[in-house]
């Protein structure tokens, strides 16, 4: 019997990138590939007996064995058979449908725990994020107590110079949390080194991406003090004399510097951030540089004034000033990003109309880390998760016992050749890549055209893809080009037990073979849904439902069960078998992650998600 010719690639006329939304309301070439569940997906046949088109047309069902679907026995030695097997017969409407296709469970999710009213308080309002805010706001609260306090007891009056460096050291505070290597240091100390603790304490520590809520707690509490620093010196002033032609620049750079704070305080709004984020980053970036020359030019003119009533000289009264030397601080954060801010060459490789994979080879970065890149520095910067460059290929090939999927495929043989890794370009190189897919004119016009040389600004910073690495294992939920950061966590810790769920549309056409082999690779029962294909089951994936199932399913699975583990029992350290995951990981758009996260938490699954809070 001849064996049957690979089918052809889909033709996608849809390129667009995956917005997908829950329906879950409040009641190339790559010619390493060679397992069977990836070739099913791509529609290529290496060592099978069962050819994908008897597959895709549901002659047979994905779940049989391996006995069925591995053979490396000659052609002429194989069975013949004109009749397809009747038993099992899918249709394609099935094998289109993620629950089906998948052996997933399709019955009504459990209802979400509590009434609404305390589901909005306990993650809603009452989230990690806005836990932080009001821990930063109260605890200017307190101060503020404290001084009125200390003002009754003592006759003392509050003056405007005390609620001055209040409104420093906030900024300070804001500012700081923002800075790359404050950030990583975070991420370091709670996002990885925690890998031993218990359960419970790492889903606690897990939340330290969360961090941002000092960052806007702070801005706010900042405002709050400036305008008690309005009244104060305005009371002050007209209390003690005449209005100077001193005094007079002062009221104008003051006054001045409270529209920029209120500006970029409504800009900065979630909605309206969301709206006209390019306005919000233009408002921010130069009205927050306008503010600190301000306070320069206030900081100068109030110590000015203040020497000309005491025998201290200005130079000095400015070294003794705490507001000089948190001002200074403040300014060097403010100019240190920019200060590394360098023009790279960049090699660009189309993956298809709809996306385009930069590779930089400047240095070597760490998974779940994101740049910053601009052809405009000034205009607008956009930060994009990094994909460490793969390790490079062994020198033969081998044979890999793959998973014992219940279900599934039993004792998985993985047929590999020593080039497995050579469609993911530059393994073994020194650099990263990162993937930039259309979501905009910017990223349009960077795939139409790509650069051979382009800006980045700070260090690579981490995100909330990095405390996947304290669940072992977890499973990583991403739609559209929100598997390029997830690539990082494959590439990096390829023996790293997760479970992934894709929905994209045409991954294939969009992304290439290697990103799907690398996938299902790492999992081999990992669920892509292509939501341009099928019926409203796949185009509109409940993906709240499906990583619920895939959550319940991970429940009853033993260290067997999981790629990359090769028998030892995890790969942190931990005495505690690996099986049941121990939380999820969400990368996609906003509205999506807030969807799938708020689904998952009030049905008692650990979800994280990035906060959009910058």
């Known amino acids: 019997m001849p064996r049957p010719s690979p089918l052809p690639l889909p033709d996608i006329d849809d390129l667009t990138d995956c917005d997908t939304d829950v329906s879950d309301s ?18 290529v046949r290496t060592s099978t007996l069962v050819s994908p088109r008897d597959l895709e047309v549901g002659r047979v069902p994905r779940n049989i064995s391996s006995d069925t679907l591995v053979s490396d026995r000659p052609d002429n030695q194989k069975e013949k058979s004109d009749k397809p097997d009747s038993q099992g017969l899918l249709s394609e409407d099935e094998l289109n449908d993620p629950f089906t296709s998948n052996s997933l469970d399709n019955s009504p999710l459990p209802r979400k725990r509590g009434p609404r009213v305390f589901r909005h308080l306990r993650w809603n309002f009452g989230s990690v994020y806005r836990r932080i805010f009001c821990l930063a706001f109260l605890a200017n609260l307190a101060a503020l107590a404290f001084l009125i306090a200390h003002w009754i007891v003592a006759g003392n009056t509050l003056t405007y110079q005390q609620a001055s460096t209040a409104v420093t050291a906030n900024i300070l505070a804001a500012i700081a949390v923002r800075n790359e290597h404050v950030v990583n240091s975070l991420f370091w100390v709670f996002g990885t080194w925690p890998t031993r603790l218990p359960l419970r304490a790492r889903r606690l520590v897990a ?10 707690g702070g801005a706010v509490a900042g405002t709050v003090w400036y305008l008690a620093f ?83 000289g200005m130079g000095k009264a400015l070294l003794v000033s705490s507001n000089f030397w948190m001002l200074a601080t403040t300014t060097l954060l403010v100019i240190y990003p920019w200060a590394r801010l360098r023009l790279r060459e960049v090699e660009a490789e189309v993956l298809s109309e709809h996306c385009v994979k930069l590779n930089f080879n400047y240095r070597n970065v760490h998974y779940g880390q994101a740049i910053r890149i601009t052809d405009a520095p000034l205009k607008e910067t956009h ?20 998973a014992n999927m219940k279900g599934h495929v039993s004792q998985l043989s993985l047929v590999r050749s020593p080039d497995t890794t050579k469609s993911l370009s530059h393994a073994g190189d020194h650099g990263f890549s990162v993937i930039v897919s259309n979501a905009g004119d910017w990223t349009r016009k960077i795939i139409q055209n790509p650069p051979t040389k382009i800006y980045t600004r700070g260090t690579p910073q981490f995100g909330v893809m990095r405390i996947a690495g304290l669940f072992e294992p977890c499973i990583i939920v991403a739609t559209g080009s929100g598997i390029a950061p997830c690539m990082s966590l494959f590439v990096q810790k390829p023996d790293h037990p997760v479970r992934i769920v894709w929905s994209t549309k045409a991954p294939l056409s969009t992304y290439g073979a290697a990103v799907i082999d690398l996938i299902y690779k790492t999992d081999p029962r990992a669920i892509i849904i292509d939501t341009s294909r099928g019926g409203p089951a796949t185009r509109r994936p409940d993906l709240v439902k499906i990583v619920y199932r895939v ?26 078998p690996v099986g049941k995951c121990e939380a999820v990981v969400v990368i996609s758009n906003q509205r999506l992650t807030r969807k799938v996260v708020y689904g998952l938490e009030t049905r008692g699954v650990p979800a994280y998600g990035a906060i959009f809070d910058s």
Do not use: C
């Open 230 to 312: 309005l009244v104060l010196l305005t009371m002050d002033f007209r209390s003690n004399g005449e209005t100077t032609v001193l005094r007079s620049y002062i009221y104008f750079v003051s006054y001045t510097i409270i529209v920029l704070l209120v500006t970029m305080l409504i800009t900065a709004y979630p909605h309206l951030r969301r709206i006209m984020h390019n306005w919000f980053e233009g408002v921010h970036r130069f009205m927050g540089w306008s503010a600190v020359l301000l306070f320069w030019a206030q900081l100068m003119l109030v110590t000015a004034e203040a020497a000309q009533h005491s025998d201290m």
């Open 26 to 43: 409040e009641d190339s070439n790559d010619e390493s590939i060679t397992q069977p569940t990836r070739a099913f997906f791509l529609g």
């Open 207 to 216: 939340k330290i991406y969360s961090y941002g809520g000092i960052h806007s």
């Open 551 to 576: 959550w319940e399913q991970s429940q009853r699975d033993t260290p067997a069960d999981y790629a990359g583990l090769q028998g030892r029992q995890n790969t942190s350290g931990r005495s505690k």
């Open 383 to 402: 930060a994009f998760g990094v994909i460490p460059y793969p390790a490079a290929p062994k020198p033969t090939g081998a044979n890999i016992r793959g």
